[in-house]
């Protein structure tokens, strides 16, 4: 990230406010400030940024056409114990192994129910591949709606595939 880009999406955030509190302007906006505020990108604050703006968006770009990979989104830290028994989960994505029919069945089978996003749910997995059809070239608005609610105090748990299925055993 350049100097002049740096600046103008500082200038673009600070003229757009309501954009600041929505991932992921509110995890660039005061990384952006900081580096910023002696009005000089140096060359380890550029590469700061860039790493930042790449684990946001998932990492490079991917070919035209293809998705992106969810490897940098939003999940809960620490990772959650995942329950099944009297929880509820909702699956976004696409999954190396597996329909999302049958990664619901397998929470069902160990009495769990599936659920759509909702101030009650208790987890969204989030499968290996990004959809090309997500609204935002990260996410959609299943991942963007549970964002919104944990930041209005919910306790929805965000959790990687590969993380998920390591409890099915």
Request: net charge positive; glycine share 10%.
């Amino acid at each position: 990230m350049s100097q002049g880009e740096a600046d103008f999406l500082l200038r673009w955030l600070e003229t757009n406010r309501g954009a600041r509190t929505i991932w992921p302007a509110k995890i660039l906006y005061p990384r952006l400030v900081a580096v910023l505020a002696d009005a000089l990108l140096d060359a380890a604050e550029e590469g700061e940024l860039l790493e930042l703006i790449l684990q946001c968006v998932g990492g490079n770009a991917p070919a035209r056409g293809e998705a992106s990979m969810s490897t940098a989104l939003p999940f809960t830290r620490p990772e959650p114990a995942i329950e099944f028994q009297r929880h509820s989960f909702c699956f976004t994505g696409k999954f190396y192994s597996g329909t999302r029919n049958w990664c619901e069945g397998q929470v069902v089978a160990r009495g769990a129910q599936i659920g759509a996003i909702s101030r009650d749910l208790n987890y969204l997995v989030i499968g290996e591949i990004g959809s090309r059809d997500w609204i935002h070239s990260t996410h959609g608005r299943k991942i963007e709606k549970a964002i919104n609610y944990n930041g209005r105090g919910c306790q929805i748990a965000i959790v990687a595939k590969q993380y998920w299925h390591g409890y099915l055993r």
